[in-house]
């Protein structure tokens, strides 16, 4: 087990600083275009798979950082470039940890490479499971999987929403019920290969922020695909089934379904982002409270203004700490008896937007114009309190886990 430390190692440095390098050089020249386009910024992510960052091989050796602390220092300083790029580079990243926590090494070797492409021909991935009636409700899942035993595959029916890179995806990570009456119990994870017919991408949504990334509705009209594509296999499908049966009829403990398996592991990930993209919103007004002058005086010289900056940056550094805190416990092996991945989250999430609105507030009228990026920076922050677990379930999962209560 890794010493707990509160210092980055020499390679971490190394790394973080080359990130840095990259979000400040390549990615915050395009922020602004690319959100104007609200298009996939596809020439960023070939240059972020030319120097290595969009990857397999990095995102490998983030992830299995012995300190844990790789995947969220990542995070940190491609969001702090800019929010809805960074996401384009790393949200196929969601997908390839739906299969690393729920498939076999087989799968995971096969379509891990499939997800990111070379730096030749990039590809993306996308990881589905909300649907228009089933987003935080995971339970009310409709999308259906059967098994057709005599061909040896899964017939995939339904319609996911919010897909992070839906429809354009050369692989799709898809959640759906094989057991309805077990609601949440009875899902499982498939992969949907390359050109599969019967999916297709339906409405793609114009958003209020993160407009680089790419979102859209996935729908699956009898997709079929090989029984090897049900991630973990069949055999340990049936045993995780059987166990869950014979628990509901005894009403006995919870069992964790797939879809919540890759979002308790991703969730400090999240929280990375939203330091990220506070502490960049943060240092914009550091900056601009140093040299903007009212009344013959930088404006920092003002305690309205200072006390700000000073919550600010206790806030971000807060947030950061609970992130690591989380990420050193889940690879560590340590259980989040305390929910100490939904508390990272749902704090970095809210600091997030908190500091962007404050950093706006500093800039006064200039904050709100479009030629600062704190304007930006504040609408993408958005998205922070609501994808992968809303505050309030974020609130919920802790209130339950320290309660011990099924509270409602």
């Not at 602004?32 to 996939?40: G, K, L, M, V």
Request: one cysteine or more; hydrophobic letters at 40%.
């Amino acid at each position: 087990m890794a010493e707990f430390t509160m210092e980055l190692n020499d390679e971490q440095k190394e790394v973080r600083d080359w990130l840095h390098g990259f979000a400040a050089d390549v990615i915050r020249p395009a922020a602004a275009e690319w959100d104007e386009r609200e298009e996939t910024p596809w020439p960023v992510i070939q240059e972020a798979a030319k120097v290595g960052i969009y990857s397999l091989d990095f995102y490998a050796q983030q992830y299995f950082d012995a300190t844990g602390l790789g995947i969220p220092m990542a995070m940190e300083e491609l969001f702090w470039g800019d929010a809805g790029i960074a996401l384009s580079i790393v949200g196929t990243g969601l997908a390839a940890v739906g299969v690393l926590a729920n498939g076999t090494e087989e799968q995971i070797g096969t379509w891990i490479p499939q997800m990111y492409g070379d730096a030749n021909d990039v590809k993306v991935a996308a990881f589905c499971s909300s649907e228009p009636d089933a987003g935080s409700d995971v339970a009310s899942l409709r999308t259906r999987a059967v098994y057709d035993e005599a061909k040896d595959e899964w017939v995939i029916n339904g319609t996911k929403t919010w897909a992070t890179n839906g429809g354009i995806a050369n692989v799709h990570v898809v959640v759906a019920s094989v057991d309805p009456e077990l609601g949440s119990k009875g899902h499982a994870s498939f992969i949907i290969p390359p050109n599969t017919p019967g999916l297709a991408q339906g409405q793609k949504f114009k958003k209020h922020g993160i407009r680089a990334s790419h979102t859209a509705e996935v729908i699956l009209d009898q997709v079929r695909v090989p029984g090897s594509c049900l991630l973990g296999g069949k055999e340990k499908l049936d045993e995780r089934l059987a166990r869950a049966r014979e628990k509901a009829a005894k009403g006995g403990e919870r069992v964790k379904n797939a879809a919540m398996a890759t979002f308790e592991a991703s969730r400090p990930a999240v929280g990375a982002m939203a330091v990220g993209t506070a502490r960049a919103a943060y240092e914009v007004a550091l900056d601009y409270a140093r040299t903007r002058e009212q009344f013959g005086r930088p404006i920092i010289d003002n305690q309205g203004v200072a006390f700000q900056l000073a919550d600010m940056r206790t806030r971000i550094d807060a947030a950061r700490l609970l992130v690591w805190r989380a990420s050193w416990m889940a690879v560590n092996g340590k259980p989040f008896t305390g929910a100490e991945g939904s508390m990272s989250k749902l704090f970095a999430s809210e600091t997030a937007k908190k500091v962007t609105a404050q950093a706006i507030q500093i800039l006064g009228g200039n904050g709100y114009t479009r030629e600062y990026p704190v304007e930006r920076m504040h609408r993408d922050a958005a998205i922070y309190t609501i994808f992968e677990g809303t505050s309030e379930i974020q609130r919920l999962v802790i209130a339950r886990t320290i309660s011990g209560m099924p509270i409602r």
